[in-house]
């Protein structure tokens, strides 16, 4: 069982290159986060969707994009990617949002991006 | 802005012992609370977690206890094992809004 995929796992990007981390996971869940963990901190939440068509913004969007074309997948584009932007993300998901019920989020094990 | 503090960046507890993990918020509107359990490179895997309505939630060897007047939470383990170290992270929910607190690294020593 996979659960919540991303990819790729390290990256290192030049400033104001583009990229897209990828997530994927396998569980039909409606609703789908991006959060970034910058050393010493508490994961910040980017970007989040309720379903496939729906995104909104986070804490800490400026500087992302996202998508949500399937229920499975829910990228997160960095479109000119600057040193600020250098961080642990990670994706998860679940079912209902975790604030209204007792389903927790499930996450994926993290990209590491480091932007020089 | 912080909304959620963890202001104990580690903890070294004996094995068999208790674990208390502490966690404080500022916004009196959060209605959720939740932890979460994380090793190195892998993702935080959730934990126990307490609805706002409630003061005491346990699951086996871990309780978490909500103070709404003093806006504190906490995590008890007992009895610490080796197998629980690692870093505990609180978060704290209102709507659409999750907030995560910076994270407390337990030790268990055997």
């Known amino acids: 069982n996979a659960g919540v995929t991303q990819t790729p796992k390290f990256r290192i990007l030049k400033i104001g290159q583009s990229m897209t981390l990828q997530c994927a996971q396998d569980?039909?869940?409606?609703?789908m986060y991006w959060y970034r963990q910058d050393p010493g901190m508490g994961l910040k939440l980017i970007y989040y969707?309720?379903?496939?068509?729906?995104?909104d913004k986070g804490e800490v969007p400026n500087g992302y994009n996202v998508s949500r074309s399937t229920t499975e997948d829910f990228p997160l584009r960095l479109e000119l990617a600057a040193p600020s932007q250098t961080s642990v993300y990670f994706c998860?998901?679940?079912?209902?949002?975790?604030?209204?019920?007792?389903?927790?989020?499930?996450f994926g094990d993290g990209t590491r991006l480091s932007i020089l | 802005d912080q909304q959620v503090k963890q202001n104990s960046p580690s903890l070294s507890v004996q094995e068999g012992r208790i674990s208390i993990l502490n966690c404080d918020y500022t916004n009196s509107m959060f209605d959720y609370f939740l932890w979460y359990k994380k090793y190195p490179a892998e993702g935080p895997t959730f934990l126990i977690s307490?609805?706002?309505?409630?003061d005491k939630n346990e699951d086996g060897r871990f309780t978490v206890f909500l103070n709404k007047s003093a806006k504190h939470l906490s995590l008890h383990i007992v009895p610490s094992q080796p197998g629980d170290s690692a870093g505990y992270f609180c978060?704290?929910?209102?709507?659409?809004?999750?907030?995560f607190g910076a994270g407390t690294r337990l030790t268990v020593k055997p």
């Open positions: 998860a998901s679940s079912d209902q949002w975790t604030g209204l019920s007792n389903q927790p989020q499930h």
């Open positions: 307490i609805s706002s309505i409630k």
């Open positions: 569980m039909n869940h409606n609703y």
């Open positions: 978060a704290a929910s209102v709507n659409n809004d999750m907030r």
């Open positions: 969707s309720v379903g496939a068509g729906i995104t």
